[in-house]
Every structure is written in structure tokens, then in C-alpha cells.
């Protein structure tokens, strides 16, 4: 156990002060999840309906089942290469985990592999916003009219994200978030659902009908556990739980059940002014991939808006929850990562495996060859863009990176 100045690939710090009084306010307002906190959701996303529920996974999981009742479809086509949580929540649902390769270099799907997956028996298509990066949603949309497939956005990693003036997560039929620990704003853990479908609005107040509240017990927990993650985020103490294996820090599980329940009060108080959290923690995020983009001699442009094909940090664009670069291969990825310095600095792999990969899934899949995906898999680190990045610990990531690509090392940034 090495004691030094650690770096979280993701998260940041909520004070002991707004935990203790969010706590204290959520006894006085039992009902305001629903009450307030879903309405300004929905209105400052400009939605018809929001929901907020116990965690990205479950927020899609409970869409994926209002969506099959609509239609009794089974499918769910999802990037071969995406979070674990999102076939765990297919599988929750009931549904069928059909993954579709990515784009050479990049996050959204292979077009050209993508069409002829588009048949009468499929759900829906997951439009994945990576990173922050935005997914060409309007392409996904105006592919699937043809055949009445439903776009499901996933902007787990988006919130707060701008694509031609939607905000990500509304440009689809329905669109994901996730408050989990880590993403864009985060009271822990959570989810929300957002639609302007009124009949998807009312498949969804369907499912959720019984869905029950929030335990004491969990609310407990939860507390503890943002004090803990409050306390221990911080570089100077970060090393103590970076070094305890019980706590699988950054690794990717696929969860093959997981709680279902409604966001807590407490928690949605935490959260009382998230659209000015969001733009003060975009702020940094955007400042620091900035850095990234002048700092590191990689090639390949800023990642791209799939819509406009501006960068995606231009203007309005999307702050990078994590900085991508791809490497020329696992080889050059293992010896970045295996460095001392590089993990002390929050330099971290993704998903360490394409969705065929996922061992709960062996047999279920009609396709296990994805050759985009798996070369993203081998050769994709991120770096840390949160708000406890320095000017110190940026020039240090750059000039690790750097000294591997001067090597004759193929990196680029990856879009």
C-alpha cells in the first residue's frame, strides 16, 4: 500500500454540511422526489414526463418493460462495446441483448452493420452518448420509423450534454440518466427516465405503479456511503480505498439482479440545484479536456457531435466525463497503465471487454464477432477530467502519455 497523492478516474466531493442538511430537510419533505423534484426535472429538460429511481440500471430496465408492453417486441440492439449495466438491465427486463459493432475509432454504431439488424422483431436501438460524446440519435430516429422501432438514448455519461440545441437524453423516444457515483452529477447513486411520449409517459407510470420507496435501512446506507466516498475522493486520501480489493474500485460487473425502487427523498434533495451543479462541474470538465486537446501529441481531432460534426466541446457541446485515447494496442495500454504514476494519476481502462465477452451472456448471443469494439477494447485508456484535476496532475498525464506515443506508439483521441 503505497500512501501518495491518488487520483479518482472519476467523482468529486459533496460536503459533509449538504449531506447532514439534505438529510435533515428530507424528513420535513416527504414527497419531494415527486412533488418537486420530477416536475423541475421534466421542466428544465423541456420533457413531458421525469422519473427518478434507484439507478441508471434500473431506470432502464423499467423503460425496456414499458416499452414491451407497447409492443411485445423482444429485441434491444446495443454497442458491442458499452457499460456492463446496460445488457444487465436488457436482461432484467426479460429481453434479448443484440449487439451491433462500432465505428472504426469511435463509440457509435457501424451504420452499414447496423441496417439489416433493423427487422420487425426488435424493440428498440440504445443511442449510447460515451463519454459525453454524442451518438447521431436523429439517424438512429429516422432509421427506425421505418419499421416503428423505439430509440432509447442512454446519456448515463451526458447529463447536461447539448446536441443542435436538445439536450441529450431528449431527442430520443425516451432517454436514461444516471447519479450514480462518478457520472456527470451524482447523489450516490439513481436514475431518471425522461419522455415527451405521452403513451410511452403512461406505459411507465404503469410499471412503476408498485414500484415501492426507498428503505430506512437503504437511506442509511446511502448516507454513510456518501460520506465515506466525500472524505476518501480526495487525492491526499484516495490511495486507502484505491488499495482495499473488497471495494472492486474500477472494475466492470455485470449485475445479474440489482434493487429497483424510487430515488429517496434525501437523495433528490441533494439535487435541488442541479442545473447550476451541472454547469459549474461542465465548467471544469471542459477546461480540462481543453488541456488534454492542446497538451497531448495524439492524432485525430476533438471528438465529434455525430449530428454536426463539430466538436463535441464546441459552443454548447458536451463536456468529456473522461478523456478517451485510443493506443495501438493492449500491449502499449498494459505498460501506460501498469506505471505507478499512471494509476496514481486516475489513468484507468473503460470496459475491459466487448459485450460478447460478458460471461453471464455465453450462448445467448446469435453474433460474438466484433472487430471495431474489440479493437476499442484493447486500446482505449481514459483520463480524469474531473474537478480534483490540477494544472499539476494535468501536465503529468500529458507527459506520460506523450512519452508512450513519441515511441513510434500510435495514439489518437478517440471520437
Given at each position: 500500500?503505497?500512501?501518495?497523492?491518488?487520483?479518482a478516474?472519476?467523482?468529486?466531493?459533496?460536503?459533509?454540511?449538504?449531506?447532514?442538511?439534505?438529510?435533515?430537510?428530507a424528513?420535513?419533505?416527504?414527497?419531494?422526489r415527486?412533488?418537486?423534484f420530477?416536475?423541475?426535472?421534466?421542466?428544465?429538460?423541456?420533457?413531458?414526463?421525469?422519473?427518478?429511481?434507484?439507478?441508471?440500471?434500473?431506470?432502464?430496465?423499467?423503460?425496456?418493460?414499458?416499452?414491451?408492453?407497447?409492443?411485445?417486441?423482444?429485441?434491444?440492439?446495443?454497442p458491442?462495446?458499452?457499460?456492463?449495466?446496460?445488457?444487465?438491465?436488457?436482461?432484467?427486463?426479460?429481453?434479448?441483448?443484440?449487439?451491433?459493432d462500432?465505428?472504426?475509432?469511435?463509440?457509435?454504431?457501424?451504420?452499414?452493420r447496423?441496417?439489416?439488424?433493423?427487422?420487425?422483431?426488435?424493440?428498440?436501438?440504445?443511442?449510447?452518448?460515451?463519454?459525453?460524446?454524442?451518438?447521431?440519435?436523429?439517424?438512429?430516429?429516422?432509421l427506425?420509423?421505418?419499421?416503428?422501432?423505439?430509440?432509447?438514448?442512454?446519456?448515463?455519461?451526458?447529463?447536461?450534454?447539448?446536441?443542435?440545441?436538445?439536450?441529450?437524453?431528449?431527442?430520443?423516444?425516451?432517454?436514461?440518466?444516471?447519479?450514480?457515483?462518478?457520472?456527470?452529477?451524482?447523489?450516490?447513486?439513481?436514475?431518471?427516465?425522461?419522455?415527451?411520449?405521452?403513451?410511452?409517459?403512461?406505459?411507465?407510470?404503469?410499471?412503476?405503479?408498485?414500484?415501492?420507496?426507498?428503505?430506512?435501512?437503504?437511506?442509511?446506507?446511502?448516507?454513510?456511503?456518501?460520506?465515506?466516498?466525500?472524505?476518501?475522493?480526495?487525492?491526499?486520501?484516495?490511495?486507502?480505498?484505491?488499495?482495499?480489493?473488497?471495494?472492486?474500485?474500477?472494475?466492470?460487473?455485470?449485475?445479474?439482479?440489482?434493487?429497483?425502487?424510487?430515488?429517496?427523498?434525501?437523495?433528490?434533495?441533494?439535487?435541488?440545484?442541479?442545473?447550476?451543479?451541472?454547469?459549474a462541474?461542465?465548467?471544469?470538465?471542459?477546461?480540462n479536456?481543453?488541456?488534454?486537446?492542446?497538451?497531448?501529441d495524439?492524432?485525430?481531432?476533438?471528438?465529434?457531435?455525430?449530428a454536426?460534426?463539430?466538436?463535441?466541446?464546441?459552443?454548447h457541446?458536451?463536456?468529456?466525463?473522461?478523456?478517451?485515447?485510443?493506443?495501438?494496442?493492449?500491449?502499449?495500454?498494459?505498460?501506460?497503465?501498469?506505471?505507478?504514476?499512471?494509476?496514481?494519476?486516475?489513468?484507468?481502462?473503460?470496459?475491459?471487454?466487448?459485450?460478447?465477452?460478458?460471461?453471464?451472456?455465453?450462448?445467448?448471443?446469435?453474433?460474438?464477432?466484433?472487430?471495431?469494439?474489440?479493437?476499442v477494447?484493447?486500446?482505449?485508456?481514459?483520463?480524469?477530467?474531473?474537478?480534483?484535476?490540477?494544472?499539476?496532475?494535468?501536465?503529468?498525464?500529458?507527459?506520460?502519455?506523450?512519452?508512450?506515443?513519441?515511441?513510434?506508439?500510435?495514439?489518437?483521441?478517440?471520437?
Amino acid at each position: 500500500m503505497k500512501i501518495a497523492r491518488t487520483l479518482a478516474p472519476v467523482g468529486y466531493p459533496i460536503g459533509l454540511g449538504e449531506l447532514i442538511r439534505a438529510a435533515a430537510w428530507a424528513f420535513r419533505s416527504p414527497q419531494y422526489r415527486s412533488n418537486v423534484f420530477e416536475p423541475e426535472l421534466a421542466r428544465g429538460l423541456n420533457v413531458r414526463t421525469a422519473l427518478a429511481v434507484s439507478s441508471g440500471k434500473a431506470a432502464l430496465a423499467l423503460t425496456l418493460l414499458a416499452l414491451s408492453r407497447l409492443t411485445g417486441r423482444r429485441k434491444v440492439i446495443i454497442p458491442a462495446y458499452t457499460c456492463y449495466s446496460v445488457p444487465s438491465a436488457i436482461v432484467k427486463a426479460g429481453l434479448q441483448v443484440v449487439p451491433c459493432d462500432v465505428a472504426q475509432d469511435g463509440f457509435d454504431y457501424d451504420y452499414a452493420r447496423l441496417a439489416p439488424q433493423l427487422g420487425p422483431d426488435v424493440l428498440c436501438v440504445l443511442s449510447v452518448h460515451l463519454f459525453g460524446i454524442p451518438a447521431d440519435t436523429r439517424r438512429l430516429l429516422q432509421l427506425c420509423r421505418e419499421t416503428s422501432i423505439f430509440v432509447v438514448e442512454d446519456a448515463a455519461q451526458a447529463f447536461g450534454g447539448v446536441s443542435q440545441g436538445r439536450r441529450l437524453g431528449t431527442i430520443g423516444d425516451v432517454g436514461i440518466f444516471s447519479l450514480g457515483r462518478g457520472k456527470n452529477i451524482t447523489c450516490g447513486s439513481g436514475g431518471v427516465i425522461v419522455t415527451s411520449s405521452q403513451p410511452i409517459a403512461d406505459a411507465l407510470r404503469e410499471v412503476t405503479r408498485q414500484l415501492p420507496s426507498a428503505s430506512v435501512a437503504q437511506e442509511v446506507v446511502t448516507f454513510a456511503t456518501l460520506v465515506f466516498l466525500s472524505l476518501f475522493i480526495l487525492p491526499r486520501l484516495y490511495w486507502f480505498p484505491s488499495a482495499l480489493p473488497f471495494l472492486k474500485l474500477g472494475e466492470t460487473i455485470f449485475h445479474e439482479d440489482f434493487p429497483v425502487h424510487w430515488l429517496s427523498n434525501f437523495q433528490a434533495l441533494l439535487l435541488r440545484e442541479w442545473e447550476q451543479q451541472l454547469r459549474a462541474l461542465d465548467r471544469v470538465r471542459l477546461e480540462n479536456a481543453q488541456h488534454y486537446f492542446d497538451d497531448l501529441d495524439v492524432m485525430g481531432d476533438r471528438p465529434e457531435d455525430s449530428a454536426t460534426h463539430q466538436p463535441a466541446h464546441h459552443g454548447h457541446g458536451v463536456p468529456l466525463l473522461r478523456f478517451p485515447v485510443l493506443l495501438r494496442g493492449s500491449a502499449d495500454k498494459h505498460r501506460v497503465l501498469s506505471d505507478l504514476d499512471g494509476r496514481a494519476l486516475g489513468m484507468s481502462i473503460m470496459y475491459p471487454a466487448t459485450v460478447a465477452r460478458i460471461e453471464q451472456l455465453s450462448g445467448q448471443l446469435t453474433e460474438t464477432s466484433f472487430p471495431h469494439a474489440e479493437a476499442v477494447a484493447d486500446r482505449l485508456i481514459t483520463l480524469p477530467t474531473h474537478p480534483l484535476v490540477s494544472a499539476s496532475d494535468r501536465a503529468r498525464v500529458c507527459a506520460l502519455v506523450n512519452q508512450c506515443s513519441s515511441s513510434s506508439v500510435e495514439a489518437r483521441v478517440a471520437s
